[in-house]
């Protein structure tokens, strides 16, 4: 399998909340820009791919929204904890990067008493999503394809 590798990322933006989780890579958040100044974006993140969760095909539709399901888990502990100690980022490789739709690219981070996460690498690592460099989807076909029979081997989705 090949690894989870982007550029640094070292503009770092506070998220305020979770407005919605579109898909298993694809979040719409409003960013804290300081003195009560929000602004709603929809985000990508950056470096993955996941299966389609909203599609005809109901075998990738299933893993689809596992994956989602999984980045909404991440997202609304940060967001949604009472703790004061749980926060949620994005990291951007630049001040302003977006891709050909114009979503802002970046990693989410979250940290938890202390200890922050990729969330972009856990999803990889944990195999609800695969790299990709915006290279032909068809290339990453087979990694998704290995994710499936080790999401069905864990019992996480059933055909």
């Known amino acids: 399998m090949s690894s989870y590798n982007v550029e640094a990322c070292n503009f770092k933006y506070r998220v305020s909340s979770l407005e919605r989780v579109v898909d298993g890579d694809t979040i719409d958040v409003n960013i804290d820009l300081g003195f009560d100044v929000c602004t709603k974006q929809r985000v990508r993140l950056l470096g993955i791919d996941t299966p389609e969760s909203r599609t005809r095909d109901t075998e990738e539709k299933k893993f689809g929204l596992l994956s989602k399901k999984k980045l909404k888990e991440w ?9 004061d100690d749980v926060e949620i980022e994005l990291r951007c490789p630049e001040a302003d990067s977006r891709g050909k739709f114009g979503r802002v690219l970046a990693e989410v981070w979250v940290c938890e008493d202390g200890v922050w996460t990729n969330v972009n690498q856990w999803l990889v690592d944990e195999g609800y999503a695969v790299p990709y460099g915006a290279q032909n989807k ?19 989705v059933q055909l």
Do not use: D, P
Not at 75 to 83: D, F, G, N, Q
Not at 144 to 155: D, M, Q, V, Y
């Open 75 to 83: 997202c609304l502990k940060a967001v949604a904890s009472e703790k």
């Open 138 to 156: 068809s290339l990453v076909e087979g990694l998704h394809l290995e994710n499936r029979k080790k999401l069905i081997e864990r019992g996480e």
